[in-house]
T-cell receptor, first 114, second 118 residues
Framework: AQSVTQLGSHVSVSEGALVLLRCNYS??????LFWYVQYPNQGLQLLLK??????LVKGINGFEAEFKKSETSFHLTKPSAHMSDAAEYFC????????????FGTGTRLTIIP | DVKVTQSSRYLVKRTGEKVFLECVQD?????MFWYRQDPGLGLRLIYF???????EKGDIPEGYSVSREKKERFSLILESASTNQTSMYLC?????????????????FGPGTRLTVL
């Protein structure tokens, strides 16, 4: 069975500071990993995905994530936080493609301090 | 742009009522999904469908059923609503193309229906 663990249900950073949201996965097969973002009162949208092509993945809005097999991690980072980054972020894993069944983590709510 | 719409943003029902949540997508997607979202629990898959008239149980199907009579529409049914079904319900759709293009290799989500059962 596959699963993801997101450490920290709430993260606060100052505007302009580094954003680091943690995700660790468990999978019996090579995983495909995703980060989704949910802005207030909206559905989820894909931020970025890892599908084995490259371990460092760049997404929208300046976010990136690095797949580290030895650490079973897929942490999300952004060098400089912006007020508009305030949202809830979900890590997800699939054993196949991103358009198939996904298993989501419990989410991390990111707050940006002005 | 892919559009996934859900029939209501907010819904209030009473215990024991039969509740229908409707989801419609306009991109001719084969796959459709129903999730519920609860604080601290993330998104959990209730049911999904990879084709018309086809359905599969997700991780938490108890107390729910679904209907997919047309490709564009996927309905979630609470046969007898209970207070523990108070939640945010999210619908998603996706194509069944097996490639890594970002536009096809992702699920597209509706805005959600916040259901309160009293």
């Amino acid at each position: 069975a596959q699963s993801v663990t997101q450490l920290g249900s709430h993260v606060s950073v100052s505007e302009g500071a580094l954003v680091l949201l943690r995700c660790n996965y468990s999978s019996s097969v090579p995983p495909y990993l995703f980060w989704y973002v949910q802005y207030p009162n909206q559905g989820l949208q894909l931020l970025l995905k890892y599908t084995s092509a490259a371990t460092l993945v760049k997404g929208i809005n300046g976010f990136e994530a690095e797949f580290k097999k030895s650490e079973t991690s897929f942490h999300l980072t952004k060098p400089s936080a912006h007020m508009s980054d305030a949202a809830e972020y979900f890590c997800a894993v699939s054993e196949g493609f991103g358009n198939e069944k996904l298993t989501f983590g419990t989410g991390t709510r990111l707050t940006i301090i002005p | 742009d892919v559009k996934v719409t859900q029939s209501s943003r907010y819904l209030v029902k009473r215990t024991g009522e039969k509740v229908f949540l409707e989801c419609v997508q306009d991109m001719d997607h084969e796959n459709m999904f129903w999730y519920r979202q609860d604080p601290g629990l993330g998104l959990r898959l209730i049911y999904f469908s990879y084709d018309v008239k086809m359905k599969e149980k997700g991780d938490i199907p108890e107390g729910y059923s679904v209907s997919r009579e047309k490709k564009e529409r996927f309905s979630l049914i609470l046969e007898s609503a209970s207070t523990n079904q108070t939640s945010m319900y999210l619908c998603a759709s996706s194509s069944n193309l097996r490639d890594r293009d970002t536009s096809t290799d992702t699920q597209y989500f509706g805005p959600g229906t916040r259901l309160t059962v009293l």
